[in-house]
């Protein structure tokens, strides 16, 4: 089981804001990343480090932390954000790499 | 633009040994401070990483599959590759390559992938 939750769904009216949001105790001292799937696809880093967009990725997505939470915001949601969104952050497990997030599914509505 | 490529079988047998190839291509895989890592994801399921090797040769790997697996490189070829023996159902999976980039900043250590293979669909199956 991961130690990192993140809610199985969140759904957003097209053009609204949506924050989706990952829970873990390492985020009390981790950043966490941030990856968009949609379906077939590889994943892609929309955000890292305290608010880091790459290249290529629109300034809607932003990110946050606060706690033991790490949020993504998408300020505007556009249809082509429907897709998967996983955490992944450095955890207690002596994975090296942390642990990934369950996932969550946002519906635009 | 770096990009990567999976390649490898698509079907294993049960109990035998899974091996994927990563191709690097747009940079050398021994430039720069990157580990070189493998992710997976079950159908319908999350993404779970299985480890990482940098270009020196020094490896990590989960610990829940770390007496099954071996990453290595070869950088004459720019590439890594993954074995994974004794496989059964639960390692069907698509199979990703991913590169693991980072930087310090005040927080210290700030690790992310920033490339990734496409991915590619391995089946263990008789």
């Known amino acids: 089981s991961s130690e990192l939750t993140q809610d199985p769904a969140v759904s957003v009216a097209l053009g609204q804001t949506v924050r989706i949001t990952c829970q873990g105790d390492s985020l009390r001292s981790y950043y966490a990343s941030w990856y968009q799937q949609k379906p077939g696809q590889a994943p892609v880093l929309v955000i890292y480090?305290?608010?880091n967009r790459p290249s290529g990725i629109p300034d809607r997505f932003s990110g946050s932390s606060s706690g033991n939470t790490a949020s993504l915001t998408i300020t505007g949601a556009q249809a082509e954000d429907e897709a998967d969104y996983y955490c992944?952050?450095?955890?207690?497990?002596?994975?090296?790499?942390?642990?990934f997030g369950g996932g969550t599914k946002l519906t635009v509505l | 633009q770096v990009q990567l490529q999976e390649s490898g079988p698509g079907l294993v047998k049960p109990s035998q040994t899974l091996s994927l190839t990563c191709t690097v291509s747009?940079?050398?895989?021994?430039?720069?401070?990157?580990?070189w890592s493998w992710i997976r994801q079950p159908a319908g399921k999350g993404l779970e990483w299985i480890g990482r090797i940098y270009t020196s040769g020094s490896t990590n790997y989960n610990p829940s599959l770390k007496s099954r697996v071996t990453i290595s490189v070869d950088t004459s070829k720019n590439q890594f590759s993954l074995k994974l023996s004794s496989v059964t159902a639960a390692d069907t999976a698509v199979y990703y390559c991913?590169?693991?980039?980072?930087?310090?900043?005040?927080?210290?250590?700030?690790?992310?992938?920033?490339?990734w293979g496409q991915g590619t669909l391995v089946t263990v199956s008789s």
């Open positions: 991913a590169r693991r980039a980072y930087y310090y900043d005040s927080s210290g250590y700030i690790p992310y992938f920033d490339y």
């Open positions: 747009g940079g050398s895989i021994s430039s720069g401070s990157y580990y």
């Open positions: 480090g305290k608010n």
């Open positions: 992944n952050s450095r955890d207690s497990s002596g994975n090296p790499e942390g642990v």
